[in-house]
């Protein structure tokens, strides 16, 4: 079993930089391949960022270069950086772990998800 908890959403102008985290509990966290969903309101959730235990990342089109996924095995903790943020980047953002693709439905664990608001 892992628990997954997000933190460090928030309010931030468009242009501006946040970081998110996803504290996992269990010692098997190292072992996991984690990802990163948003979902805006009225949109299904859709895929943003992924590690695996490797370090290997994936990133959807619509946030490469811009955003940016790490891990902290010893803390049992994944990021995401997110930076040159846009009003469309606006969502609640979901930490999954289990999966490494973009298809949710790969993923065996969620977050209760934090929400990411970019002002215009």
């Known amino acids: 079993q892992v628990q997954l908890v997000e933190s460090g959403g928030g309010l931030v102008q468009a242009g501006g930089s946040l970081r998110i985290s996803c504290a996992a509990s269990g010692r098997t966290f190292s072992r996991y391949s984690m990802g990163w969903f948003r979902q805006a309101p009225g949109k299904e959730r859709e895929f943003g960022a992924s590690i695996d235990w490797s370090g290997f990342t994936r990133y959807a089109d619509s946030v490469k270069g811009r955003f940016t996924v790490s891990r902290d095995n010893a803390k049992n903790t994944v990021y995401l950086q997110m930076n040159s943020l846009k009003p469309e980047d606006t969502a609640v953002y979901y930490c999954?772990?289990?999966?490494?693709?973009?298809?949710?439905?790969?993923?065996?664990?969620w977050g209760q998800g934090t929400q990411v608001t970019v002002s215009s």
């Open positions: 999954a772990a289990g999966g490494v693709t973009p298809n949710a439905n790969a993923y065996e664990y």
